[in-house]
């Protein structure tokens, strides 16, 4: 039987401000990706998704971000090694700050948006982030995109590296995921996520040009920040479950 994880960026509202039904995805997901608060959500936010996430057994990671609150961390940011090592150290340790008061702990660590496709290529900043977890705790593992300098320099610090597939993103015949300025960059109905879905966990993808290059991942990702991400969470799941595909945390 195959087993493979699902993944959701959650926690991302911020005060009165509403991003996303985490309820609703947390029911669905085995893994959820919580904001750490420097490209969204605050710390009552924080508490109450993890509690949510801990109600359901769904696991907890860390999404660590550029200190980017207006942009939603999807702007670059060219900080030094230190800055944003220091950062994202911050960042883990205020989330499991919350974990801890709750009763669980954060057991992985994914970074967002502009930061995530930056470490791809970005040798010093990925080895920033990998500094960064090292130490705060060399036992988590890292989320990130299969083939990546993050992942690279990840496992040879010896951390445990998820490779991730994301079902509601277009991707480049070069395997990076294509720029969300670009016209169909983010799919966007049930159709056509559960195929992505569905050939990625068969070990392959359509980039953007037609060609199919492969892929193989750990996870796959659906954006919790979309309007329809309950509706496309369920669109991953289901059709895979009804396979014989069991969805199940890469973390104990």
Known sequence: MMRIDLNADVGESFGRWRLGDDEAILDVVTSANVACGFHAGDPLTLSRTVASAVERGVSIG??????DLAGFGRRFLDASADELSADVLYQIGGLDGICRRIGTRVGYVKPHGALYNAIVHHEAQASAVVAAVVAYDPGLAVVGLPGSVFLQLAEAAGLRVIREGFADRRYLPDGTLQPRREEGSVLTTAAEVSDQASRLTRG???AADGSQIPMSVDSICVH???????????????PLEAEGVEFRSFVP
């Open 204 to 206: 392959t993808v359509v």
């Open 224 to 238: 919790g920040d979309t309007e329809q991400a309950h509706e496309l969470a369920l669109a991953v799941r289901e």
């Open 62 to 67: 860390a999404q660590v971000s550029y200190r």
